[in-house]
């Protein structure tokens, strides 16, 4: 009997045991966790994300005093915003209702001892003029500047704004170019000069959208060539002409495939009808004759036509003429002969 009496003594008291522990587990709510990112005291007109806790509830937020401090909602996050010198508490309660509160303090912004830092454009206004000055005689002395100034066309001076431009490439030296950009955007009336690019042939180089931009459409070393190119440029950029060598050049690169190239080269002008590129295949340099007329094709030249275009080696040119010397020489000891 005393042994049936213990065990119901144990039991019980286990029982009243885990009533006790699970009983204040139930009861309570979790604590909501209120806290600023940027702490509890802000400047006028600054922001601040409220850490909430725990996560992955849904909160509410208010403000005591939200001419203070205001509580704004952006995605899933409440954020606090600093409006004037204050006190203000923020209640921020959970679904279950259970709250948690924060006191945001906002004091004036601080200004600075010394007289706004904002720059002052006019106090080194001599120092910037000067670094105008230089930048204008260097390109002076590169002849840019003169180039430009020595445009007189009408259409590119109505229709074109211009801007320089210094480029630092990864390899070889600087080199500057000016470009010339067209006010209505029309991309085949754009054209810019580079002077002293490492990467083109001579000191003066045009570069032309008509063209292409794998190879000038003109280039020189002096540079009142250039000027004199480019002022009969403007006429037939306002008339739309494009002159028989744009489509002499479409059909050179056609030709270097047709005779094995991988890719299109660049066909660069070398005179009235003629160009070179480099091949893809050897490194060697290519010369290439164009003409719009088959009676243009000196005999025994392989030609290909091309939209109208004519195109043969200018090797099989020489290969198909006498060699130079010799009939002359026979020629001449049979005058003598017959002399």
Known sequence: MK???????MLAAGVLSAALLAGPAQAADPEVRVGSYKGSTLEAGERSGLIIGPAGAEYTASSSNPEVVAVEKVLTFWVAVAKSEGTAEITVTNEAGTTGSLTLTVGAAELSSTPSEAPDLSANMDIRLEMVRLINEVRLENGLARLVMGVTDPFILDHHYVWFKDNTPAVGPFYGDVRFMPLDKDAEKYFLVSLDCPYERTKWALITQR??????????????????????????????????????RFAVEVFALLRGEPSRPHAY???????????????RRRMIRAAVSQEDVPPGSDSEEIRGIYVWNAEDEEKALPAPGKSSHKSHRRKETER
């Open 3 to 9: 042994g049936k009496r213990k065990l119901f003594q």
């Open 211 to 248: 063209y292409g931009y794998g190879a000038p459409e003109f280039e020189c070393k002096d540079i009142r060539q250039m000027i004199r190119y480019v002022n009969r440029l403007g006429p037939e950029l306002e008339q739309g002409i494009k002159p028989p060598f744009i489509a002499e």
């Open 269 to 283: 002008r070398e005179g009235e009808h003629r160009y070179s590129y480099t091949s893809f295949q050897d490194g």
